[in-house]
């Protein structure tokens, strides 16, 4: 049985999604918030140190995107983890088309909705995230029938699994943690389009000669910047490249990467601290 530790920090609590956002790219497991903090859960066997956190929070103070914090750390007392997973997934109303719900809740759809089931296990990606819901704001708006996607760092595969059901023909996605990899796949199952939507374990760059009309990438800037290039080697002529997993700070940083690999910005949309861009390739 694993064990695991919790990190609880205290800070505004209108900073506790932009946090979250931040957190995630440390290697845990689950976050909580709650009214007065936000709780994170990791295994015990990763060996995180406290400094790690800290040193994410810091950088949030010295950018001005959160005022200040306190953090602790504990031991968790064994749970049904099940349940607490249970009670803490919603039915969630991305778009007025698209909505995104654990398999274990009912939903009624209305009209013409679109119903995406996912269960996220430990990848992240359930349409709580401001980041998810720009993305499928902006594949609602910019996919095109018939198109090929490719979803990078695919997570719980929520992305390229909404891109073929708002009309993609097929749709890849690709994620280097294992655990995505296979939620991934249990989602694709659970959503009835394991014909036109595979997940693959690995990187950017393990997939060679085959170039989509859509690239889908909700990451954070350090990735965004460094894989650049593979993003635009990936993208037909004129395709798009939809990206999150940005603030809004980020904006001019990302621009100047893109636009120097030969993308020029067409659309982007802010969600409190956070922003999607969509470039389209000018060559």
Known sequence: ????????????????????GLLWDLPIEGINETDTSLIIYY????????????????????????????????????????????????????????VIKPSFKEYNSRGDQIVITIDPKM???????????????????????????????????????????????????ID??????????????????????????????????EQFDIVLANINKNILIEIADEIKKKVKKTGLAILSGLLNADENDIDNRYVNVGFRPVDKKSMGEWLSIVYRSDR
């Not at 294992?178 to 990187?203: P, S």
């Open 1 to 20: 049985m694993k064990t695991y530790k919790q990190v609880n920090i205290t800070s505004i609590p209108r900073n506790y999604e932009l946090l979250s």
């Open 43 to 98: 295994d015990a066997s990763n060996r995180i140190s406290i400094e790690e956190f800290k040193k994410v929070l810091d950088e949030a103070v010295r950018n001005n995107l959160i005022e200040s914090y306190e953090i602790s750390e504990s031991e968790v007392e064994n749970k049904n983890w099940n349940e607490e997973y249970e009670k803490n997934v919603r039915v969630i109303e991305v778009t007025d088309k698209i």
């Open 176 to 209: 280097n943690d294992e655990w995505c990899y296979l939620n991934g796949n249990e989602n694709i199952v659970l959503n009835n389009v394991e014909e036109r939507v595979k997940i693959i374990h690995g990187e950017i760059t393990d997939i060679e000669d």
């Open 123 to 173: 990848s992240f990606g359930t349409g709580e995230h401001q980041t998810t819901r720009l993305m499928i704001e902006m594949i609602e708006k910019y996919v095109s029938p018939g198109a090929a996607a490719l979803d990078v760092g695919t997570g719980t595969g929520v992305l390229a699994i909404a891109a073929v059901k708002l009309g993609a023909e097929r749709a890849l996605g």
